[in-house]
């Protein structure tokens, strides 16, 4: 069963902590992306990668790291300089890196800065 | 700057009537446009895509529109159904790798 997974779907942290995302695909997609969303915003993009152990920086990076050791997996680090980390966190992937290609979904993880 | 907007926050249709989400852009270079429907808590689902050389891509209820002049394009669900309450993204690129979303808009269908 091919998809993409995040874990966890809900997650709090004290304020000042990092705190590492886990994004996982077995689609075999070149692409990977992070995207955050808040209310009445809409997606904005904080990394992407096209390759294994290559990323670049979105439009909202400040804050956040990422790694791509595997091509299935893509994790993202909130660390304590993201000044607003609660949102909803959205990890997608796509078969090549193009606008062209469908980007896929996972379901998602809630981060709560308490 | 938003380069892609979704203007209505949110729609209320009768289910069985048209539900028409509009979708506005800036950058005359996109080429690709495509909608995203997304339920609370979970991450989008792809519905529809359309290249800029074509003007309409029709697909079961969900139809787009493409008005390049306009820079403009819009969905079309019908007849709407109370499954389809959802919110609703259009993305934009340019051959890039790198999507833009609108800000989206929340479809409600009520009975």
């Known amino acids: 069963d091919g998809g993409i997974t995040q874990s966890p779907k809900y997650l709090f942290r004290k304020e000042g902590q990092n705190v590492t995302l886990s994004c996982e695909q077995n689609?075999?997609?070149?692409?990977m992306y992070w995207y955050r969303q808040d209310p009445g915003q809409g997606l904005r993009l904080i990394y992407y990668?096209?390759?294994?152990?290559?990323?670049q920086k979105g439009d909202i990076a400040e804050g956040y790291s990422v790694s791509r050791e595997k091509k299935e997996s893509f994790p993202l680090t909130v660390t304590s300089a993201q000044k607003n980390p609660t949102a909803f966190y959205l990890c997608?992937?796509?078969?090549?890196?193009?606008?062209?290609?469908?980007?896929?979904f996972g379901p998602g993880t809630r981060l709560t800065v308490l | 700057d938003q380069q892609v907007k979704q203007n209505s926050p949110s729609l209320s249709v009768q289910e069985g009537r048209i539900s028409i989400l509009n979708c506005d852009y800036t950058?005359?270079?996109?080429?690709?446009f495509l909608w995203y429907k997304k339920y609370p808590a979970e991450g989008p689902t792809f519905l529809i895509s359309?290249?800029?050389?074509?003007d309409k891509n029709e697909d079961g209820r969900f139809t787009v529109f493409l008005n390049k002049s306009a820079k403009h394009l819009s969905l079309h669900i019908v007849p709407s159904q109370p499954g389809d309450s959802a919110v609703y993204f259009c993305?934009?690129?340019?051959?890039?790798?790198?999507?833009?979303f609108g800000t989206g808009t929340r479809l409600q269908v009520f009975p």
């Open positions: 997608a992937s796509s078969p090549v890196a193009g606008g062209t290609d469908t980007q896929y």
């Open positions: 689609l075999n997609h070149d692409a």
């Open positions: 990668s096209q390759i294994v152990n290559d990323f």
């Open positions: 950058n005359s270079m996109f080429d690709y």
């Open positions: 359309i290249s800029s050389i074509k």
């Open positions: 993305a934009a690129s340019h051959n890039t790798d790198k999507l833009i």
